[in-house]
């Protein structure tokens, strides 16, 4: 008998802190993994701290001199995710169905020694698979694993949706299902754009370029490991009566043959990046490697990167964009090689447009740079991948250089 179940097919579920905000949406999670065991699934359910839970440890965890890096931090920011995995697995079993909630140590997620912001490293699946001869649900505790020196560590920013997906991995998961507070991934921010449609299916190349590019539906660690598995992820609404078996969200997954649609899936958008301008930099060799190693040796991330021809003078310039917050911290690790002349633009967004079929045609960033001109909106720097084509431009074009871009290349109709 345990044989037989032991055959049946895997599924991982992700409910995030929105979509388990309280007693009662947990129940309702709940009742969509019941109906997922009665399809003939072997569940695993990952969820995260009860919306504004973790925002409260952090500010408990800061408040008694705790860093981010300290592990006692993660030890104490993980326990909104064990309160929620203990709630759903009561729900659970008194709806009559088995399960078990466990913590990140006890599956185990095995993590590295980086508190904070660990990187997973091996997560044995016999713990849950033995759960699975029993007919258990297994409900873990996201965002948290355990160090090589046995400790909680958390995952970091996207840590549920990275543990929903690595387990998924682990499992050998049909697919994995990321349960949100909307009902797919669309062509651009419905918030920015009216007419955005969901995508019904995306490549995981093309999502992953729209997470790195803004959009925040998932984080791109989650969808690398879902890219290096081939586990197909499926992003879909917790708000309504629909289950992923029966209620299709966006659907990502490897490369899709005969995909309908234009060269490009979508726009994605990013108000969060900062633009520094390097001056009286010395036209010699070394000095471009010198600054990106200063940025590199405090951990900055680097973007966009223009250095124009130099004068006569043999002097140049040397434009970078990074992230919003690390602005200041760029200038300092600057000033220590001595560029004093570093000026920062925060009044910027970085837009993109993103999609397979850019591939095999070539008119796409022409037609985005035309569609730009048109509407008299200038480019800061330019950017290009075999699959994305982004631009930095002044904060207050951002609406309509959305909104034309969108339309210009065929993403206003269903």
């Known amino acids: 008998m345990n044989d037989v179940i032991e055959q049946k097919p895997r599924l991982v579920m ?22 997922e065991v009665e399809n003939g699934y072997h569940v695993t359910v990952v969820v995260s701290a009860m919306a ?19 592990p006692e931090y993660s030890a104490i920011v993980s326990e909104g995710e064990l309160e929620t995995s203990r709630l759903m697995a009561q729900s659970i079993n008194e ?55 046995g400790r909680i560590t958390t995952l970091g920013r996207g840590g549920s949706d990275t543990t929903a997906v690595a387990l998924a991995c682990a499992l050998g998961a049909e697919r994995c299902d990321i349960y949100t507070d909307v009902d797919g991934v669309y062509t651009a921010d419905p918030r920015q754009v009216e007419k955005a449609q969901k995508i019904d299916r995306a490549e995981f190349e093309e999502i992953l370029e729209m997470a790195h590019m803004g959009s925040k539906v998932l984080h791109p660690r989650c969808v690398q490991l ?20 029966d209620l299709k969200g966006t659907m990502i997954m490897g490369e899709i043959e005969a995909m ?13 990046d900062a633009q520094l301008t390097v001056y009286n930099i010395k036209d010699q060799f070394g000095q471009a490697a010198n600054i990106l190693s200063a940025l590199s040796k405090t951990q900055i991330n680097k973007d966009m990167i223009i250095q124009p021809v130099s004068n006569d003078d043999g002097i140049t310039r040397m434009t970078i964009s990074v992230p919003k917050q690390d602005a200041d911290r760029a200038q300092k690790a600057l000033s220590t090689l001595g560029y004093d002349h570093v000026e920062v633009d925060t009044d910027i967004v970085k837009i993109s ?27 800061r720097a330019i950017a290009t991948s075999e699959i994305k084509i982004s631009v ?23």
């Open 14 to 35: 992700k409910f995030g802190g929105t979509s388990v905000r309280d007693l009662g949406h947990i129940k309702r999670a709940a009742k969509k993994m019941i109906r």
């Open 52 to 70: 504004g839970v973790t925002n409260r440890l952090v500010d408990e965890a800061i408040s008694q001199g705790f860093t981010e890096r300290d």
């Open 95 to 149: 709806m009559g169905h088995g399960a078990q909630a466990w913590s990140g140590p006890q599956v185990p997620i095995k993590c590295d020694n980086n508190y904070g912001q660990s990187n997973i490293l091996q997560i044995p699946s016999n713990n849950i698979a033995n759960g699975f001869k029993i007919n258990q649900v297994a409900v873990v505790a996201g965002f948290q694993g355990v160090s090589v020196e």
């Open 226 to 245: 879902g890219m290096k598995y081939n586990i197909p992820i499926q992003v879909l609404s917790s708000l309504n009566d629909g289950i992923g078996s």
């Open 260 to 272: 309908e649609g234009g060269a490009v899936t979508g726009i994605s958008h990013d108000f969060n």
């Open 353 to 379: 447009a993103i999609g397979s079929g850019m591939k095999t045609d070539h008119t796409v960033s022409a037609t985005f740079l035309q569609v730009l001109a048109n509407n008299e909106i200038n480019t």
């Open 392 to 414: 930095i431009v002044r904060a207050d074009h951002a609406e309509t250089a959305l909104t034309k871009l969108h339309s210009a290349f065929g993403l206003d109709r269903k």
